[in-house]
């Protein structure tokens, strides 16, 4: 019996050894638009543009880590842009001239950020409301609380938050550093530890994680909980890295998180997530803004262009394409040997 437990251990080693095919498909799709960008818009890979995109690339990959965890629990989450422009608003507003009160204002976005994912997972994870339902309720609660900090008025971020977000260490803008050190942290958390193993099995199948007395409501509210500081982290990096940004700042973070967690392999359904390809999947994402923009293209085309990403990514793995070649039924199964 020990030894075909032990097999079986062995087994699913290997399996999670080896690369997902969201992280596959993500990775090629980012060549893809490297060669792209080379042939027909090359300015969209020059070092200046490549800076200047990747602090970006850096706050979408760890808003697309929170909205991962979340998916993962077969939830979504539609708060992550009021909960960017509070942080956003709390630092800029609350530490306005004054790096003294940098830490301060950033403690107090954290709790803010943390409040709304307790109410998000105490509505979804122990009341059962529909996740759609619920986070868009705590985004309207959250738009209350940014008009209320900023009046709709931008500030300047401080030298403090600027050196600390918006400066560069090592010729790396350190919003990637910080982005690299969140994904390792909660890809090691998720992937190596037993809490991040009952994590998964909830999503993947929450009967029989219930079955085998996994508290399910309580991973459940967790995932908000967690996906909230995530996105503080993400507010946080922004406001440094925007010299005055604005009380909208987070809008453009719910389309785009979903469709790199979607990009990423990650089923809309629940299950297991590759916090890697999420990750990545936002540099893909934000890249292809980029080329798109040295293309000389409006806003509107490129918010289009994302749209159409995450369309690509529902169908390239929720669609089984077997099915549309015309295939007889029991076409392909092997038949049995003649006696």
Known sequence: MSVGVEQETAHQRRVSLRPSRGLTTVLIALVVL????????PSSLKQGALLSMLPFAAVLAVAAIGQTLVVMQGGIDLSVAGT?????????????????????AALLALAAAVAAGLVNGLLIGIFGLNAIVATLGTNALLYAGVFAVSGGTPRET?????????????????????AVVAIAVVTVIVKRTPAGRRFEAVGANPFAALAAGIRIQFHRAGAYVWAAVAYWLAGALLAGII??????????????????????????????????????????????QQYVLAL?????????????????????????WSRLGGRRPGAGVPRAAPA
């Open 34 to 41: 490297v060669v792209l960008g080379t042939l027909t818009a």
């Open 243 to 288: 010299n005055k940004p604005t009380a909208y700042e987070g809008d453009t973070y719910v389309l785009a998180s979903v469709a790199a967690v979607v990009l990423g392999g990650t089923s809309l359904l629940g299950g297991r997530g590759n916090l890697v390809a999420s990750a990545i999947a936002a540099l893909f994402l934000t890249q292809l």
């Open 296 to 320: 000389g293209e409006t806003f509107a085309v490129q918010t289009l262009v994302q749209a159409a990403a995450l369309t690509v990514g529902v169908a390239l793995y929720t669609i089984r």
């Open 158 to 178: 401080t030298d403090l938050m600027a050196r600390i977000a918006g400066n560069s260490t090592l010729g790396i803008p350190n919003a990637v550093w910080f």
């Open 84 to 104: 960017m422009s509070l942080v956003v608003v709390i630092i800029t507003h609350e530490a306005y001239g004054d790096n003294a009160k940098v830490l301060p």
